[in-house]
């Protein structure tokens, strides 16, 4: 079966939703041949940060400055001891690229944990309680996106300071916004389904049913949102690196590599090319793999 259904009980444990089995929506996604390729790539990010000290041949922050610039192997005046070559001041670039994923994929998946977390509260309580409640927080949510997410990023960690966990704490609750919204319209339908309405006649409390019923119903599209704003928050975050305003110098970025080989584009080209592949390939892999989550899971999407 590729959808079952789930009828809430007497006790009001339980809710009513059509949703694809896991067996399933794992055969959907491995029909995808683009998601799994992008999930692969997203694999080997993971295991490059978390085995980082292990698969780096360098230290990242060991200078060389008789061995600078030095090109990638293939070169003729390339070497084996650095496959990617080395920057400006010496540093072998690969090793940079393998710790800089730690500090990309950390940023993104805590400031899309945070973000996530306040959305679907904010969108739970407005959406079942309505009122001035959800007035309020749909004008604040209106005023947050009248500002550039960026721009108040940059604005905040200006006044604050940078710092790895003032960059986190940041992105996430300027990111709280779509899940909010997201999050406030599937309950606004829920609220009205018979499981909803069973568990009030029996008396329910509210807290019961958001907890219990309409955020077990609304796990999937909040899952779906954070996996794509993953990718906007590594990018966000390579951004404020490259502005010198994100995590502290000290630490390897992408960003902060982008912004050390700007200046040698033209004569030294791997400084700043190769964290801007790392960037990309991995912003769009997250994505890929995001819309096939969604896709397998969609029992619309069922085709055999």
């Known amino acids: 079966m590729a959808t079952v259904s789930i009828t809430t009980t007497a006790d009001g444990d339980s809710t009513t939703t059509t949703r694809r089995t896991g067996h399933s929506a794992w055969r959907a996604l491995r029909r995808n041949r683009w998601g799994m390729a992008a999930l692969s790539f997203l694999g080997l990010v993971v295991i490059a940060a978390l085995l980082a000290p292990m698969l780096a041949p360098h230290d990242p922050q060991t200078q060389d400055l008789l061995g600078r610039l030095a090109p990638p192997f293939w070169d003729a005046d390339g070497s084996a001891a650095h496959l990617l070559g080395t920057d400006h001041l010496g540093r072998d670039v690969l090793s940079r690229l393998i710790y ?65 966990w003032i960059v986190i704490i940041v992105l996430g609750i300027t990111g709280w916004v779509a899940y909010a919204r997201v999050v406030r319209s599937e309950v606004l339908s829920l609220k009205t389904r018979e499981f909803v309405t069973e568990a009030r006649a029996i008396g329910v409390g509210d807290r019961t049913i958001i907890t219990r019923h309409l955020l077990r119903n609304v796990t999937a599209p909040i899952a779906t949102i954070g996996t794509l704003q993953v990718a906007s928050v590594i990018v966000a975050e390579s951004a404020l690196s490259f502005l010198g305003l994100g995590v502290p110098a000290s630490v390897p970025t992408w960003g902060s590599m982008l912004a050390d080989g700007q200046l040698y584009l033209g004569t030294s080209w791997w400084i700043a090319v190769f964290p801007g592949l790392a960037l990309m390939l991995t912003s769009l892999s997250i994505n890929i793999t995001g819309d096939a989550i969604r896709d397998a899971t969609d029992p619309k999407a069922y085709r055999g």
């Open 100 to 164: 800089g994923s730690r500090v990309s994929l950390l940023v993104g998946v805590c400031a899309a944990l945070l973000a996530g977390v306040l959305g679907a509260t904010v969108g739970l309580v407005a959406g079942y309680y309505g009122g001035w409640a959800d007035r309020i927080l749909m004008r604040l949510a209106d005023v947050q996106l009248a500002f550039p997410s960026i721009l108040l990023a940059l604005a905040v960690v200006a006044f604050l300071g940078n710092g790895l």
